[in-house]
């Protein structure tokens, strides 16, 4: 049976907006993803000085925004530790509100992406109130619910500078009429860091746990640590690698037990990230031209939604709703 249009069960997330056809975390990159088809508005939120909620891939700064041109700013260069990493530029922790709303959004991987460049310094950093009203413009206009699915982002390194993120993560949801069985746009919340979905629990929205290819995150990826992992989540993002790996050759694997597992657990999965330029498809889905000419990604998203995944984390959120069409009118 065809799964219902006006919100279907896989899950396209927009992952920081359209973020392959405009500079991610924008309000420009987030209305596109929506308008691509974009079930859910991604963000990873850090806080101000000021203790405002904004949207920025990480605490730094200086390879997303102009900062760096910015005379005034240049005494706020410096180097910071964040869960054992060492960083050096501006954080956004380092500036008020007003002082973030001076800057403009650069792209984060022009190289990659130079067409996203092109749009450097046309658009603000947003506040997360500014995307939550985002999403509701959008669900009016589409004739949808365009949901947000927030990241509270080196949660435990901002609780150290005294900016907790659930808090006003919390509150903004509150006041938005976003918390609850039936809150007034769909939400989930998402995080790296299981304490910081412990914090979120009053928020009664399902919440999911993030997780990489690295070594320390195997314990989670069995039976029993993902009946762990359902103590406390009703959801898990896993790095895509961990559903479907890759051969020696780069070509897609077979999938892992990991979509049967966690829904045995009772959790939904959502991967992450799906990118459709030649330089991220697997081997034998690449298109033969240049590393950032788009690829065969139709035929990844398929195998992804045949393992069983309820949704995506997606760059290009056009392709993953096209994938899915094509998809679902095959069942």
């Given at each position: 049976m065809r799964r219902n249009k006006q919100e279907p069960e896989l899950k396209i997330v927009s992952h920081r907006g359209a973020s392959g056809h405009r500079p991610e975390h924008t309000l420009a990159s987030y209305e596109l993803g929506a308008r691509f088809g974009g079930d859910?508005?991604?963000?990873?939120?850090v806080a101000t000085a000021d203790g405002t909620l904004v949207a920025r891939h990480e605490?730094?700064?200086?390879?997303?925004?102009?900062?760096a041109e910015r005379p005034e700013f240049a005494d706020r260069h410096a180097t910071r530790t964040i869960d054992g990493r060492e960083y050096t530029g501006w954080f956004?922790?380092?500036f008020t509100l007003d002082e973030i709303k001076t800057l403009r959004a650069t792209e984060r991987i022009p190289d990659v992406r130079p067409?996203?460049?092109?749009?450097?310094g046309d658009y603000e950093i947003p506040t997360l109130q500014e995307i939550v009203d985002l999403a509701g413009r959008m669900?009016?206009?589409?004739?949808?619910?365009?949901?947000?699915?927030?990241?509270?982002?080196?949660?435990?390194?901002?609780?150290?500078?005294?900016?907790?993120?659930?808090?006003?993560?919390l509150a903004a949801l509150l006041d938005n009429g976003l918390t609850g069985p039936e809150p007034e746009l769909p939400v989930f919340l998402q995080s790296f860091e299981s304490e910081s979905l412990r914090r979120l629990v009053d928020a009664g929205l399902p919440r999911v746990f993030l997780m990489g290819t690295e070594e320390h995150w195997k314990p989670y990826l069995t039976p029993e640590g993902l009946a762990g992992v359902a103590e406390f989540a009703e959801a898990v993002g896993p790095a895509k690698d961990l559903v479907i790996p890759r051969d020696e050759d780069d070509t897609l694997s077979e999938p892992t037990s990991l979509v049967e597992d966690a829904h045995a657990a009772g959790l939904v999965v959502?991967?992450?990230?799906?990118?459709?330029?030649?330089?991220?498809?697997?081997?034998?889905?690449?298109?033969?031209?240049?590393?950032?000419?788009?690829?065969?990604f139709a035929a990844e998203y398929e195998a992804f939604f045949a393992a069983g995944v309820d949704g995506v984390f997606t760059d290009h959120s056009r392709h993953a709703f096209l994938a899915r069409e094509i998809y679902l009118e095959g069942e």
């Open positions: 859910f508005m991604e963000i990873d939120l605490p730094e700064i200086g390879d997303t925004t102009d900062v956004v922790h380092d067409d996203n460049a092109s749009h450097d669900t009016k206009e589409l004739g949808r619910r365009v949901g947000i699915y927030p990241e509270t982002k080196h949660p435990a390194y901002h609780t150290g500078l005294g900016l907790d993120l659930e808090p006003p993560l959502h991967p992450w990230t799906f990118r459709s330029e030649n330089r991220f498809l697997p081997a034998d889905l690449r298109s033969g031209g240049a590393p950032d000419d788009f690829g065969g």
